[in-house]
Nanobody, 122 residues
Framework: QVPLVESGGGLVQAGGSLRLSCAAS????????KAWFRQAPGKEREFVAA????????YYGDSVKGRFTVSRDFAKNMVYLQMNSLKAEDTAVYYC???????????????WGQGTQVTVSS
């Protein structure tokens, strides 16, 4: 059983919207934080958003505040990333992650999905 499986990536025009989904299973589903990171070619992995699994508190990277929304379905062990007003610079591989440490730090996460490509055309 794969701990985290993302879906929903694709090609969209600038200004458009996409919703990413992440299905958590096994031990990954019990981790305190679920998060989204992204990595563009030649760049470091960047924190996008996180949600606390029990309380639902949300956190966002500066570059996506006001445009992206992270949410969860506790009963279904699903995490979502609604992305609106997409820009060309949002183009990246988006990863779902689960961990129990600092919510914005990639090393704090011990479970990662395989990634889903998001491409925004300008």
């Amino acid at each position: 059983q794969v701990p985290l499986v993302e879906s929903g990536g694709g090609l969209v025009q600038a200004g458009g919207s996409l919703r990413l989904s992440c299905a958590a299973s096994g031990r990954a589903s019990t981790r305190y934080y679920k998060a989204w990171f992204r990595q563009a070619p030649g760049k470091e992995r960047e924190f996008v958003a996180a949600i606390s699994w029990s309380g639902g508190s949300t956190y966002y990277g500066d570059s996506v505040k006001g445009r992206f929304t992270v949410s969860r379905d506790f009963a279904k062990n699903m995490v979502y990333l609604q992305m609106n007003s997409l820009k060309a610079e949002d183009t990246a591989v988006y990863y779902c992650a689960a961990g129990s440490g600092g919510y914005s730090r990639a090393p704090s996460y011990d479970y990662w999905g395989q990634g889903t490509q998001v491409t925004v055309s300008s």
